[in-house]
């Protein structure tokens, strides 16, 4: 005797659902819709504060099966602030730099044993999208005293040069 199939909706679907019953329409009619029982629907329905407060608060991927929190939720969450600010300042960011960050902010919230690996930064990245690749516009970090230096002494002998064969 075979089974039924187990269907897991991801978290937008959730809210989709969660919307169709909320405007009226029958449980058993949206169920079928969705392609999942009846008793799952109003599982759903029992724990819909539950998926709007994952959905709305941007910690989990919306489009994700199964949703896995983060252990240290709190640096984590002090982690993907501070980046955020730092890209948004056009530097660029490393890999070694975020675990010593997550490292200090750890201390901050008294997880003096707690240090930041390979692994734990992996999940990070992967939980966040987060790719380490050269934004457009990260040169407008460099100084610009040292540019001015660089142009004056190195371009103009090397224009010089040029201009000479």
């Known amino acids: ?15 989709e659902l969660i919307e169709a ?5 029958k449980q058993k009619v949206v169920a079928d819709e969705f392609q ?18 994952q959905f709305y608060s941007g910690q989990v991927d919306v489009n994700k099966q199964r949703a896995k929190l983060a252990n240290h939720d709190d640096v984590e969450t002090e982690l993907l602030k501070w980046f955020t600010e730092t ?7 490393s890999g070694p730099m975020m ?6 902010i750890a ?10 690996n390979e692994g734990w930064l992996a999940r990070f ?3 966040h999208n987060i790719v380490f ?10 100084d610009d005293t040292s540019l001015n230096q660089w142009r004056d002494s190195v371009l103009k002998k090397t224009v010089i040069k040029v201009r000479a064969l």
Do not use: D
Not at 99 to 104: D, V
Not at 107 to 116: D, T
Not at 133 to 142: P, Y
């Open 21 to 25: 019953v909320e405007s009226g329409k």
């Open 133 to 142: 690749k050269t934004l457009c516009g990260e040169s407008s970090s460099v």
């Open 99 to 104: 675990k010593i960050k997550a490292t200090s």
């Open 107 to 116: 201390e901050v919230f008294g997880k003096n044993n707690w240090e930041c």
């Open 36 to 53: 999942i029982p009846a008793n799952s629907n109003s599982t759903i329905m029992k724990r819909k504060q539950h998926y709007r407060q």
């Open 125 to 127: 990245k992967r939980r």
């Open 1 to 15: 005797m075979a089974g039924r199939k187990l269907t897991i909706l991801p978290l937008k679907r959730k809210i």
């Open 87 to 93: 890209r948004g300042n056009n530097i660029p960011i």
